[in-house]
Each structure stands twice: as structure tokens, then as C-alpha cells.
């Protein structure tokens, strides 16, 4: 069976800017790699004319967008509740953190110090992947 990740907006901007193909590696291999709407609209919100725009929304073609379940909004509340004082937690991380977790897969990004201290979060080494 082929291994399935959630990926972080931060790997897929390094994608569209042709930085490092990481993702394009593993979908070659036959994995299967996850979105939410959070993650389309920080890349599309990221574009900085029409052209970029076409980009991102062909690169996005890589990806199976999952959808945001209730579920996922309660541990994200919870979760800003317990970590945004102590340690800085966004709303974004909080949802795609959240996501992962309710769907049960390893985050792929390159800011791990920013989903670290969640439980329950599987943040796989990059560099071990291939």
C-alpha cells in the first residue's frame, strides 16, 4: 500500500518555485498527498499575479483536498486554547495540524518547530522519505 502524507504549505511553495520536488518524488512513487482548504488558500493568498496564481492552481493538481469535519475545527479550538500563549500556535498550523491528526497522517514540513509540542502529531523526518 502506498504511504499517504499531509503536506504543509511550506513544501509545496518550495515545489511551485521549483526549490525542491520532494512531493513530485513521493507522487511518482505512488504516494498519496493530502491537503485541506487552509493550506489551498495560504498558497493562493501567497500569489502575486495571474500567472503565479495558474501555477499554484496547476501544481495544487498533486494533491487530494481533504475535507475540514467538524472534528477538526474542536481539536484546532482546543489546541489555540493550550498552545497559543505558551508557544505561539496560529491558526492555520492549528487546523493543518488538526487535520493530520483526525486523518491519521504524518505532517510533511519543513517547520517542525512549529507543530513539535502537539500530541499525537507524526512529523517525519524529510530527508528519510526516499
Known sequence: MADSFFCDT???IDLINGRNDLLKRLAEQESV???NSIVEMELLQGAHDKRELRKIEQELNLF???E???AV???ATDWI???TLSHGLLLPDAIIAASAHFYRLPLLTYNRKDFRYLPEIGLPELDTLL
Open 10 to 12: 511550506s513544501l509545496i
Open 73 to 75: 475545527f474542536d481539536l
Open 64 to 66: 487530494r483536498c481533504l
Open 68 to 70: 475540514l469535519q467538524q
Open 81 to 83: 486554547r493550550r498552545y
Open 33 to 35: 498527498l493530502f491537503v
